[in-house]
């Protein structure tokens, strides 16, 4: 049906930059939100950041004005651009989003796999 790559993920310094990207593919009709969860260890999933097939986006606190993230629909495609990044940041990236796959009715939920960020010295 509906698949979910992530990629971009790595070991960065404090202060550095990455930039996550996440490509759904499958027999797609339609895709509504898209977002990226993290969950570090011993810990719950949390929202990162959402947005609409329109442009509209939501952040949590812990991460306004370090983190951006876009799409381009054309391509159905996902990206998180991730600055000052700080050792708190560090767990595991998870894409999501919400699909009308194209030989089943309705709208599911999907995840990617996960992708490692790190955050050390």
């Known amino acids: 049906q509906v698949q979910l790559v992530e990629s971009g993920g790595g070991l960065v310094q404090p202060g550095g930059s990455l930039r996550l990207s996440c490509v759904a593919s499958?027999?797609?009709?339609?895709?509504?939100?898209m977002g990226w969860y993290r969950q570090a260890p011993g810990k719950q999933r949390d929202l990162v950041a959402t947005?609409?097939?329109?442009?509209?986006?939501n952040y949590a606190d812990s991460v306004k004005g370090r983190f951006t993230i876009s799409r381009d629909n054309a391509k159905n495609t996902v990206y998180l651009q991730m600055n000052s990044l700080k050792a708190e940041d560090t767990a595991v990236y998870y894409c999501?989003?919400?699909?009308?796959?194209?030989?089943?009715?309705?709208?599911?939920?999907?995840w990617g796999q996960g992708t490692q960020v790190t955050v050390s010295s």
């Open positions: 947005i609409t097939s329109g442009g509209s986006t």
């Open positions: 499958g027999s797609i009709f339609s895709i509504g939100v």
């Open positions: 999501n989003a919400a699909a009308r796959p194209a030989v089943v009715r309705g709208w599911y939920d999907y």
